[in-house]
């Protein structure tokens, strides 16, 4: 099968956009599979699905709607196409084309070849953009308020502190205006000179990250996705122009323009001792003013 990468205009914000339908493939489901050669839709990367998928139809030029279902990052090596948890490399490795699938209803009218306009809910799209920001935001945020707890050096964050997000975070899941991060402190992390006691108490931990991102909100600091290509596989990065300095964290999802859009953020924390090691899951919303 020849393809060529799905183009993305999402990175920049776009909900709305024109393309022409390059593969259509039936799936096991009674579902199609439906590849564009260009979407605003953002899909789910099932290496790391953190941000879901957008909600929104295709637009035929007659004007029939189209529902979307689902839209998952696919894969091909030139031999077929593989969707989702089945294609079995990461995005972006070599050798591989790298598409959006947006998958329809097996009656869908939609062929290849077919001119359509990709529309997604823009209100969906804005509150998933949010939540996604104040993740990176409060990562960073929670970096810094632990950054007492350790007494060797480790790698740091995108700011500078000590990286406890990019070692100890096991899932992260990107909601409506806000996030739900999981985090191991196991014996790995204690022998990298972290102390587990720093979760003894997580509502003062808790007040000690809202702090911080009530200040850093509090200058309406512009945010960005810095882009390497318009292909999906292309790098991208979300940019935070912090008072402390740029904040750089690679990312594929969507964001807010502005930290003013968060409004309010609440975070607060779930800490259970399990045999071995100290599970903690942040939960962190933010309420757009």
């Known amino acids: 099968m020849q393809l060529s990468e799905t183009l993305v205009t999402y990175p920049g914000g776009a909900t709305e956009s024109d393309g022409m339908v390059i593969a259509v493939q039936s799936l096991p489901d009674g579902r199609q599979a439906v590849v564009l050669d260009r979407t605003a839709f953002h899909p789910v990367d099932a290496h790391w699905p953190d941000q879901l ?5 295709l637009r035929l030029a007659d004007g029939t709607a189209i529902r979307i279902e689902d839209a998952v990052v696919a894969g091909s090596d030139g031999a077929e196409l593989l969707l989702g948890a ?3 490399v990461r995005t972006g490795t070599a050798g591989w084309v790298f598409v959006v699938a947006h998958v329809v209803a097996g009656d869908a009218p939609v062929a290849t070849g077919d001119a359509v306009t990709v529309v997604a809910d823009a209100d969906h ?8 920001t ?14 007492d707890a350790w007494s060797k050096d480790v790698p740091p964050d995108a700011l500078g502190a000590p990286g406890f997000d990019a070692l100890a975070c096991t899932s992260s899941r ?13 014996k790995s ?3 990298k000179g972290f102390d587990a006691a720093a979760f003894d108490d997580p509502a003062a931990l808790a007040a000690r ?3 911080q991102l009530a200040s850093w909100i ?3 600091a512009e945010v960005r996705v810095d882009v390497e290509g318009d292909s999906l596989a292309a790098r991208r990065a979300w940019v935070c122009a912090l008072p402390d300095g740029d904040a750089t964290i690679p990312c594929g999802g969507t964001h807010a323009h502005s930290l003013a859009e968060l409004g309010h953020a609440h975070v607060r924390f779930e800490v259970v001792d399990v045999p071995g090691a100290r599970e903690v899951v942040m939960h962190t919303s933010v309420t757009p003013e």
């Open 125 to 132: 799209r804005r509150r998933l953009s949010l939540g996604h």
């Open 189 to 191: 992390l204690r022998r």
């Open 134 to 147: 104040a993740c990176h935001l409060a990562s960073l945020a929670l970096d810094r308020a632990l950054a």
């Open 86 to 88: 089945d294609v079995p």
């Open 209 to 211: 990250v809202e702090e």
């Open 174 to 186: 990107i909601l409506e205006n806000g996030s739900v991060d999981t985090y191991r402190v196991g």
């Open 218 to 220: 509090a200058t309406g």
């Open 53 to 57: 998928a957008d909600r929104g139809h």
